[in-house]
């Protein structure tokens, strides 16, 4: 055989582009409250619970009760992305990737709505008449890191007992029960299922929520996310909420344009953008859980 027959040697490449492991878009977008936002600051009022008087005095005078108002401010933030796809590059890759990087980038925004919302949860809302006073995270929605009913014991991770404790907190400030939620990342998810005994009744929910599939522990809808906050001790921060306690607001929802540009020898070009915001919206719904 030849000693020249290697240069005749064929290399053959597949004509598809195969994406890398990620996060498929959002998560949580489904399952927060979602508004539509005109301008940059959007007000959203709140009226607050009332008191009931009691009459004692015959031919007494009418009451007169102040309503509590107050309101939110969200405020948009703006992200895009562009690429060129150069029509000679399309000819040596011997197909057109403007269909997966389009899908890439809808991804990618998909995973920066989950961050505002997660970010939105504990940060720092604002309320008064111009949203200008802000409200921080109170202390008292933390279930902290080694909490556990009856006290003593070292319970860092997530246990039920944690879980529990946030029903009952939002169960103390009659926050609505449907619509609850919890956000944990796999390795919650990991310990709830190591420290949930094999003769729990909660077992085989858990095991089913370690495995990925959906369903529900005391009331809330369990979500799996790798994006949550730490603390300055580098604990996770869980999130327990109810579906009104926090508001994405789209001013302009995902956007894909695909156009020719002159500049670039016309080589086609991908942009991708849109405009929104989130805010916690009442303290009482949301409730953080802190893991270790």
Not at 39 to 50: H, K, Q, S, T
Not at 55 to 83: A, E, F, N
Not at 164 to 187: C, H, N, T, W, Y
Not at 209 to 218: E, M, V
């Amino acid at each position: 055989m030849s000693f020249q027959i290697p240069t005749a040697f064929v290399q053959q490449y597949r004509p598809m582009l195969e994406r890398l492991v990620q996060q498929g878009g959002s998560r949580l977008r489904g399952n927060v409250r979602i508004e539509t936002q005109v301008g940059v600051n959007e007000y959203f009022d709140r009226v607050g619970a009332v008191t009931a008087r009691k009459v004692t005095t015959r031919h007494d005078d009418s009451p007169l009760i102040s309503t509590p108002h107050d309101r939110r401010r969200v405020s948009i933030l703006d992200y895009d992305w562009g690429d060129l796809i150069d029509t000679q590059d399309k000819l040596r890759l011997l197909l057109d990737p403007t269909s997966t990087y389009s899908e890439n980038a809808r991804d990618a925004f998909g995973r920066a709505i989950d961050d505002e919302i997660i970010g939105a949860a504990f940060g720092t809302a604002f309320t008064g008449v111009d949203g200008s006073t802000q409200v921080t995270f109170p202390a008292g929605n933390q279930v902290a890191v080694n909490f556990k009913i009856g006290g003593g014991g070292s319970n860092s991770s997530l246990i039920l007992d944690k879980i529990l404790e946030a029903k009952r907190l939002m169960d103390l400030k009659e926050v609505p029960a449907d619509g609850r939620f919890i956000v944990a990342s796999s390795k919650e998810f990991q310990n709830l299922l190591n420290t949930t005994t094999v003769l729990s009744s909660d077992y085989n929910t858990v095991r089913a929520l370690a495995s990925g599939q959906p369903g529900t522990l005391y009331g809330f809808e369990m979500i799996r996310s790798e994006r949550l906050l730490v603390n300055g001790s580098a604990q996770n921060r869980v999130i327990a909420y109810q579906r009104d306690g926090l508001l994405l607001s789209m001013a302009q929802d995902i956007s894909v344009e695909i156009a020719p540009r002159p500049d670039k020898r016309f080589a086609p070009y991908i942009y991708v953008c849109m405009t929104l915001g989130a805010t916690r919206m009442e303290e009482e719904r949301v409730i953080e859980l802190v893991c270790a």
